[in-house]
């Protein structure tokens, strides 16, 4: 099911007070097959593919659990792993590798017509596989214990919220929740209530709008645009798929705190960081989190973490006492994995490889400014961060490795800057979105600092204050919403 | 202490969510009522053009011989047939052809006109003109209207603004979805282009995002229960209109634009719409179809609202191209004197009415159908079967 919808709403509408009138048990059920329900929505047939996934890791939890013999524990982990890892690779990769296993042999001077394939990617598969892995080897680990009951750990895997495009959880952070039942609390029902309306914002008035610019802006002959817009297109596609995927976490957070569940923050102005590796502490938190404990830092031997935040940065501490020699390849191999995570092609390896790149030179170069005033480290850092970050945008977006390329190219070419080749519009529009998402950040800093921590003092201003705006989101999320477009993150 | 604190933030959570709600709906309720919104049943195309202007299309004996789009083709190619499926004359174009200023009763637009003329003579007029319509529409159009109807001629006025046009509207799917057009399109570099075009349609469909999914047929279901029982629920599609509208206009305040506004050159878009037209010559040529390429009549008692040296050589190099596959050029942009024009809507937030200069008034359209009609008949591009 799309959130972008009045089908969503609808169903919430029925889910929520259904939920908080019925017992713990039936509330289990109920989050059970209302999320097989929701994810039905999509495709009926994907579900017990879905289904399947979660219970080889159960079982192989569970297995791992009561063995005491490590080489076993080792054995079934590696099996659940293959099968979790091997149905994303036959629905999510085998295209990719068959048209590169063609390409090399024709370099051989073999010959082979491309098969006729007819897979569809299941809604979700790469984040609730993560999620599915992350239970058994956060069990392996001895993190958790395995859970008993079929239908709490179900629960855990399909609730609807963060079923589709995450954030990518842990057993330990949500499980607990849904075994105790939690009291209805309005604060957090109104809580919850307002980040999806705000979630929903995002989406329909802000990245749906932005959505055929975009798409106009990347359908465009490269040697038509100029360097200026090509700095506007991966800006405005930089807006989008932050208004779009934040949208869906927005939602997504909100959805499970109407129930009591409380997730944590999956962004937090990205787009303020002052470094690389800021950045990734603050954009896609959950996923920045799951590679570096299940992927990075086992690569590089160091001791993981066991919850879903922070993301890659918290890695920066125990990096000081790795050996230096290997980190720079398990980086580069991270990244390139994170990017295949995205999308099989090769333009998401680049993007990946280009991140790594910038987070190896600022490892390199952040000690230079280290005797700099904290301010101007932030400032020159967010200055050199945002522009970088924007850029790799264009790999993520653009058809080819080669449209990213002579992109890219157009950057260094001086004599590119001297005319301008869209709409004048779209600058505009650019202009003003980074304006209004650089403005925001430090509106909402003084509103926390001044009016909220006021107390009583701004209660009615407060109220006048937040009910005004509040009002103007929920008249333009009712005169917007409309399922034209997925949620980007949808296709991943 | 803490129950209070927490008796009062409860008291203020509700309030956060009531009071929102009600001004929301409040302020939603006065645009729908107030403003008219609900009730407005203005068309939209009717209200890109201004109250000056209005739309007419051309009819013949019951049946439409001017369409918009292939949807609504059908219903001229239908009258076409019952005329006796002769070859035709093919007018594609944009709303100048289907907007007439200052309209009064009786008055008719060229197409009307023209088809008059050449129907009088035993020739076929066909007409198709569609709001901004880029060439890259023109050259899906006539790929597949050329496997429909015998194109003896095609007219094809080529408008500087229409430049910075790109893309296909969802009108045109039939022509995507046609395996002969999918062939011809798949052999060109601008072909494909339009092909992928297909990926990202113009799409009028609110529904787009749940495409091939169940959840589709629900979705259809709630929001027509919703748009029969509550009249604030249908004018969304209004409130929409009028939001972008006023932030349009919001714009052009803001920085000082009018229609008089320098439009320049968009590299890309010219460089996409001089192929497709180049693709238009091409198979004209293959297919022995006469052209006439003119360049649209221009507001001339005013500066045009072109870069003049960008607009020189827009025609230059349509004069080239015509040339280079033998297709007439005529250059008609002093035809229609400056009292034949008229004004059109503030495109600012100021409500000044400013000058129009793409849509004329009645004695504009005669004109220019006289001067087809002309060019026609002096390039013995008429049938003699009359």
Known sequence: MIFNSVSFLVFLVIVIPLYWSLPRVFRLWLIFLSSLMFYGFWRIEFVPLMLFSSFVDYTAARLIYTSTVISRRRVILFISISINLGLLFYFKYLYFFIDNAISVMSVFGLQIDKPVLDIILPLGISFYTFQTISYTVDVYRGFIRPEKNFILYACYVTFFPQLIAGPILRAKEVIHQFLHRPEFNMVDFGNGLRWVIYGLFLKVVLADNLAPLVDDGFAQPVSTLSALDVWTLAFMFGFQIYFDFSAYSHIAIGSARMMGIHFPENFHYPYLAYSPREFWRRWHISLSSWIRDYLYLPLAGISVQDRSTGGLAVAAKQERDAPRRSLLLVLFLTWGIMGLWHGASWTFILWGIYHATFISLYRIFAPLAKSWPDYSTKIVGWAVTLPIVMLSWIPFRAESISASLAMWKKIFSWHEYSWLGMRENIYLIVSLVFLCVIGSYFLRKWYVHTVESGGGKYAVFRISLESVMFAIIIGLVFVFLRPIQQFIYFQF | ?386
């Open chain 2, 1 to 386: 202490m803490n129950s209070v604190m927490s008796e009062s933030n409860h008291l203020r959570s509700s309030l956060l969510l009531v009071l929102p709600v009600i001004i929301g709906l409040a302020i939603l309720i006065f645009m729908s009522n107030f403003l008219g919104l609900a009730h407005n049943e203005e068309k939209l195309d009717e209200l890109a053009l201004g109250k000056e202007t209005k739309i007419y299309r051309a009819t013949y004996q019951g049946f439409p011989v001017h369409c918009n789009e292939i949807s609504d083709g059908k219903i001229c190619l239908e009258g076409w047939k019952k005329r006796g499926s002769r070859p035709v004359t093919l007018w594609l174009g944009n709303s100048q052809l289907h907007a007439i200023n200052q309209m009064k009763a009786h008055d008719v637009n060229g197409v009307q006109v023209l088809f008059e003329k050449l129907a009088s003579i035993g020739n076929e007029l066909l007409t198709f003109s569609e709001p901004n319509a880029s060439l890259l529409e023109h050259y899906l159009l006539y790929l597949y209207l050329r496997n429909h109807v015998p194109v003896q001629t095609l007219i094809l006025p080529v408008v500087f603004d229409d430049m910075r046009e790109n893309g296909v509207r969802a009108g045109l799917t039939p022509a995507l979805n046609d395996r002969i057009v999918n062939q011809e399109l798949s052999k060109t570099v601008i072909g494909r282009e339009i092909l992928a075009e297909k990926k990202s349609l113009k799409s009028d469909d609110d529904l787009a995002g749940l495409n091939d999914t169940p959840q589709k047929n629900i979705e259809e279901w709630i929001v027509s229960l919703l748009t029969e029982r509550w009249a604030l629920w249908a004018a969304r599609p209004k409130m929409r209109g009028q939001l972008l509208k006023n932030l349009y206009l919001w714009r052009n305040s803001a920085f000082g634009i009018n229609a008089q506004s320098k439009r320049k050159i968009i590299p890309g878009r010219y460089k996409k719409n001089m192929e497709a037209l180049g693709e238009i010559l091409r198979f004209c040529a293959i297919d022995k179809t006469n052209v006439i390429i003119y360049i649209v009549p221009l507001r001339n008692d005013v500066a045009p609202p072109y870069v003049l040296k960008e607009y020189m050589r827009f025609k230059n190099e349509i004069r080239l191209l015509a040339a280079q596959h033998a297709a007439v050029f005529v250059n008609l942009e002093g035809l229609v004197p400056g009292r034949l024009w008229g004004k059109k809507d503030a495109t600012s937030s100021n409500g000044v009415a400013e000058l129009d200069f793409m849509h004329f008034q009645v004695g504009g359209h005669r004109l220019l159908a006289q001067a087809l009609f002309d060019l026609l008949k002096s390039n013995n591009f008429l049938s003699s079967n009359k």
